[in-house]
């Protein structure tokens, strides 16, 4: 069992930066591939990022690549979400998810945090 826990929201005015923090309890966070996604009220669950566990290699969305980088930290059981240039459609609840694979497909995810909101102001 992996539980996660976001970090980092909050109000921002366009062409700032955050930087979202994904705190993983447990002693195996460096056994799973970590993703973050992001969700509008109203709509499906979109896929951001993801980063594997093995290599750290990442996989960025086509809409905030080149704006936002993943990392993880295996030694704090954190993966991060760098965000820059932020836009006003970047606003969303975003939520990390532990996975046995990396993917940016939310169902092959098995753990997810709660949430953090991230509101970009024009």
């Known amino acids: 069992q992996v539980q996660l826990v976001e970090s980092g929201g909050g109000l921002v005015q366009a062409g700032g930066s955050l930087r979202l923090s994904c705190a993983a309890s447990g002693r195996t966070f460096s056994s799973y591939a970590m993703g973050w996604f992001r969700q509008v009220p109203g709509k499906e669950r979109e896929f951001v990022a993801a980063?594997?566990?093995?290599?750290?290699?990442?996989y960025i969305a086509n809409s905030v690549k080149g704006r936002f980088t993943i990392s993880r930290d295996n030694a704090k059981h954190t993966v991060y979400l760098q965000m820059n240039s932020l836009k006003p459609e970047d606003t969303a609840d975003y939520y990390c998810a532990a996975g046995f694979m990396s993917s940016s497909v939310a169902d092959d995810y098995r753990y997810w945090g709660q949430g953090t909101q991230v509101t970009v102001s024009s």
């Open positions: 980063i594997r566990r093995s290599d750290d290699s990442a």
